[in-house]
């Protein structure tokens, strides 16, 4: 049989604390997997592209994930797909799930835990926090760190000032009308847009600044410059990744130009922020077996506690 996990049984099995905990153990644990994850992505003859991520694979978990995605950027949403979770014994089918679920929530709390890691000790009043992009990766960013550490005043610009207003209003901010302007007034930066020039430059940011920058995950999209990224201790999830279709492959810079990624610095392998001056960069392009790590959580959960359609896709 087959769990049907639609958007809303996520929702309802999910919680940001266990979920960064099992993303924290997947960073430290994922490079002793066996079996490299891919990510796959091509234009279609339509206004969006398809990627698939795959095996999403874990040691521990004998199971795997994969997902297939369509990304059309005019459409609301604008993420559409499925991750199918298969039993590493059997291959049966476990779950079908919504991935654009999934993938909101691992983005962003990965994102949430790499900010947590690098933006170093929050101040006693907090740090302020500016957001761009007022999207749902950008709130499952800020519902993430808001765990994790003390937060001040939050500032937000989208492109859509309606949007701006209401994430404003819910996370209980005020709207700034540039991307400039939010990275002039806070202390750590979140983006999470459909960019393809650069929404930040070096002048527009300043020393002991954290940027974390979701946006740049498939070739032609851009939020920071070169100079941003050459100027600050760069991090990503995957450095190859990153190159070829990531915040590297936008700003022109080689592999080499990431200092770490954040399975290192979890693992102690790379010491992180050493410098309240220094400027901080995340930069991922999101990993397999991310969509692992919470699509076990979800089974689980719905598993327990009956959430979901059951079906045999073989009758």
Known sequence: MTRL?????????????????????????????????????????????????????????????????????GARPALRGVIC????????????????????????????????????????????????????????????????RRRGELVVHDSDPERARAFASQHNGRVLPSAQEVAEAADIVLLATWSRSPLLRLADTRPGQHITSLGADEPGKQELAADVLESALLVVDDRELAADMGALAAAGLPASAAEATLGEVLRGEHPGRTSATTRSVYAPVGLPWQDLALAWIAYQQAERRDIGQKTDLLS
């Open 5 to 73: 996990l639609t958007r809303s049984d996520l929702q309802a099995v999910l919680e940001p604390v266990s979920c960064i905990a099992a993303l924290r153990n997947g960073f430290l644990s994922s490079a002793a997997s066996p079996t490299a994850g891919r990510r796959i992505r091509t234009d279609l003859p339509f206004p969006g592209t398809a990627t698939a991520l795959i095996p999403g694979l874990l040691p521990g978990i004998e199971a795997y994930t994969v997902k297939a995605n369509a990304k059309f950027p």
């Open 85 to 148: 979770l298969h039993s590493g014994h059997d291959g049966e089918l476990l779950a079908l799930m919504d991935s654009a679920t999934v993938t909101a929530w691992r983005t962003g709390l990965a994102a949430a835990l790499g900010t947590h890691l690098l933006a170093g000790p929050p101040p006693a009043e907090g740090s302020v926090l500016g957001v761009i992009g007022a999207g749902a990766q950008a709130e499952l960013m800020v519902r993430g760190l808001t765990t994790l």
